[in-house]
């Protein structure tokens, strides 16, 4: 085994933890909005969140970059080439954006904010999902390989 095989196995765990964190945190806003007027609901659903941003969310989602950007440089001029790579980094990209939008949203409701639906936020929750799926599928079938 080498190094590449070690940089890509923590890479996927880190992968992985970053997507149990974009599928928890919605899910805890949502519980903290249903559960407007019981301060104890409240105040567990906000340390909760909180908790899961700082362990898991925000420190899964940095290792993958800089594992991912380990990855790509151990080979760039063959991964420059491919479309699949391209996409999967729009992807990745779009991720991250979720995720800070997301972050946001927790900022928001956490301040007592409540212009955001829990109906909205259940639809919300499966876009990290779909996005996987995609990122997956270019990933290991790599459909537009040159």
């Known amino acids: 085994m080498n190094g590449y095989d070690w940089l890509r196995a ?9 997507m149990a964190g974009l599928l928890m945190y919605p899910r805890l806003l949502v519980y903290r909005l249903e559960g407007r007027g019981v301060p104890e609901l409240e105040t567990a659903m906000d340390q909760g969140a909180d908790r899961l941003k700082r362990i898991i969310l925000n420190p899964a989602m940095i290792l993958t970059w800089i594992l991912g950007i380990g990855l790509i440089s151990t080979n760039f001029g063959y991964y420059a080439g491919q479309l699949w790579f391209w996409g999967k980094l729009i992807l990745v990209i779009g991720l991250s954006g979720f995720h800070g939008y997301i972050l946001s949203l927790g900022r928001k409701v956490a301040s007592g904010d409540q212009s955001i639906a829990p109906r909205r936020l259940r639809m919300m929750n ?21």
């Open 126 to 146: 499966e876009i990290p999902m779909v996005i996987s799926i995609f990122a997956v599928l270019l990933v290991v079938v790599q459909p537009f390989s040159t």
């Open 10 to 18: 923590f890479h996927i765990i880190a992968v992985i933890a970053w």
